[in-house]
């Protein structure tokens, strides 16, 4: 993908997509009314391609997903998003948490400390 291309789709992700709060299909057909436009001026061996819609999503996921909805929706409703209460932190890969707890059980017996580990 050329490089003016990829300004085009991020011009109209901003203007488009997080400002006008458009969908994805909305700025997709914005940015091939402006590729077909600039082709018009351009010879037949240098014209621009025009993305699909799945680079524009994957282009649009690229950006900060906070910064996305701070955009879209306002700071409140980001902050109410993206409050950390909500779901906590996510592991992606084995063994990425480990949870450890110490409980100490009084037996008539003896004080023995009882070790678990929860591998979430």
Request: hydrophobic share 35%; net charge negative; aromatic share 6%.
């Amino acid at each position: 993908m050329s490089e003016r291309t990829v300004e085009i789709i991020d011009q109209c992700i901003d203007n488009i997509y997080l400002e006008g709060r458009e969908s994805g299909e909305a700025t997709r057909l914005e940015v091939m009314r402006i590729i077909a436009n600039e082709n018009l001026s351009l010879p037949p061996t240098k014209q621009l391609v025009a993305p699909s819609l799945a680079t524009i999503y994957r282009m649009i996921n690229g950006r900060d997903a906070y910064e996305r909805a701070v955009a879209r929706y306002g700071e409140d409703e980001a902050n109410r998003r993206f409050r950390h209460s909500k779901a906590g932190f996510r592991a992606t890969r084995p063994n990425e948490r480990v949870e450890v707890d110490h409980t100490p059980l009084d037996l008539p017996s003896s004080t023995v400390t009882l070790a678990s580990a929860c591998f979430c």
